[in-house]
């Protein structure tokens, strides 16, 4: 099967596969044990060492959907980015990190890397040249995130990571709102990839997973502290995980091809102030997305005009469901402001543009024509007054 050079959808459902050679069966078995034999053979395994039969095979799915040598998965999308984080950066190192970017990943450097003595520094915007702006002598790392969560600003892949290149720095990157389906950033140059793989990669809402995607060098570097933080999955999740990932290139291109439609219907909507959308012509970075993504994904965010209340109007839709999570196959909306940016001050969600009024909406599979009667009829419902008409 390695020798042969597969498409997106083969990938996703025969790479990382377990063979069950004692029943011939179609799927994975599944290996629940937690305890393995030590003596005389190759590989001692353990759950905590990531090295289960179920946790290697889907590691190589991962890496395979990735481009990259080797991936290891996790408990958690959080669990996923800090352990990387601490496998590249010790006391007196310095991060470079976007000011975009998902709220928990914020809280972790802000509350944690002063225990460590990390040094940090956010970025002013999401250019390239923000980026190099912010580099100190001691900078080892920057990491960012494009599109990003949630105002879906589109960084510039290649540009940065050839900077960071000329200049000795590693580059992580955040690419779960793409997925691998629409984004690949390690032929763009980028030393690790990392997923919340709650989201895409799992797609239905069920399991919590995290994955890191990179070269054998700096993902050994990573198992090294990941078998001491003990962040390592369930044999049943990531059994879950592998089964969800044969359907991800589909459930993605579907979702994707929605968000498409459902961005333009709203960019033109009346009741809708703003849309942001990487596959609008509108956006800034538009040219930038459409170059290094192969699809534009199923994440946006928008705003209502003012005389729309935006909990009421999410409290008033009937098919899509206010949800704190996002990616699954069904369609769901968020206040960042008070879920996943919720630990950031009011001061730090208005320095990045995420007003009270933003709604992050995750489009699923559902028909295209539902979606827009759902929103339809929760907008009319929604309005505190008539909006004022111009003459």
């Known amino acids: 099967m390695s020798k042969l050079k597969l498409g997106l959808n083969s990938i996703c459902t025969h790479v990382g596969e377990v063979k069950d050679e004692q029943f011939k069966g179609a799927v994975s078995p599944m290996y629940l044990s937690s305890s393995y034999e030590f003596l005389d053979v190759e590989v001692k395994r353990y759950p905590r060492y990531f090295n289960t039969p179920n946790?290697?095979?889907l590691s190589k799915k991962i890496a395979a959907l990735e481009g990259a040598e080797s991936a290891l998965i996790f408990g958690s999308g959080m669990a996923a980015i800090s352990t990387m984080f601490l496998a590249f950066l010790n006391?007196?190192?310095?991060?470079?990190?976007?000011?975009?970017?998902?709220g928990?990943?914020?809280?972790?450097?802000?509350?944690?890397?002063?225990?460590?003595?990390?040094?940090?520094?956010?970025t002013n915007g999401y250019s390239v040249n923000d980026f190099e702006a912010a580099i100190q002598p001691n900078t080892k790392l920057i990491h960012f995130e494009t599109p990003s969560n949630?105002?879906?600003?589109?960084?510039?892949?290649?540009?940065?990571?050839q900077m960071a290149k000329s200049?000795?720095?590693?580059?992580?990157?955040d690419n779960t709102f793409a997925s691998p389906v629409n984004q690949n950033p390690i032929a763009l140059g980028v030393d690790l990839v990392m997923h919340s793989a709650t989201k895409y990669l799992g797609g239905h809402s069920d399991i919590c997973a995290g994955a890191v995607a990179g070269s054998f060098d700096h993902m050994d570097k990573i198992w090294h502290v990941a078998r001491n933080f003990g962040g390592s999955l369930s044999d049943m999740t990531v059994w879950m995980l592998e089964r969800s990932m044969k359907t991800l290139g589909l459930r993605v291109k579907s979702q994707s091809k929605n968000a498409m439609k459902i961005a333009k219907w709203l960019s033109k909507h009346p009741d809708v102030s703003r849309v942001y959308y990487p596959?609008?012509?509108?956006?800034?970075?538009?040219?930038?997305?459409?170059?290094?993504?192969h699809s534009f994904g199923a994440m946006m965010s928008f705003e209502l005009k003012d005389y729309i209340n935006a909990e009421d109007f999410q409290k008033s839709l009937q098919l899509i469901k206010p949800s704190m999570s996002l990616a699954g196959v069904e369609s769901t909306v968020i206040s960042p402001h008070l879920t996943s940016h919720a630990l950031l001050t009011q001061e730090e969600r208005d320095a990045i543009g995420i007003?009270?009024?933003?709604?992050?909406?995750?489009?699923?599979?559902?028909?295209?024509?539902?979606?827009?009667?759902?929103?339809k009829q929760a907008i009319k419902k929604a309005q505190k007054t008539e909006p004022v008409l111009n003459n």
């Not at 596959?279 to 993504?293: N, R, T, V």
């Open 55 to 57: 946790q290697e095979f």
């Open 91 to 102: 006391k007196g190192d310095h991060l470079v990190v976007q000011n975009t970017l998902y």
């Open 104 to 122: 928990g990943t914020v809280n972790f450097i802000k509350e944690e890397f002063p225990k460590y003595g990390i040094e940090y520094t956010f």
């Open 150 to 161: 949630p105002l879906m600003t589109v960084t510039d892949i290649n540009g940065l990571t």
């Open 167 to 173: 200049k000795g720095i590693l580059t992580s990157i």
């Open 279 to 293: 596959g609008l012509k509108s956006h800034p970075e538009h040219k930038i997305a459409k170059s290094q993504m």
């Open 355 to 375: 007003s009270d009024g933003l709604i992050r909406f995750s489009v699923g599979i559902e028909e295209l024509k539902d979606l827009k009667q759902d929103i």
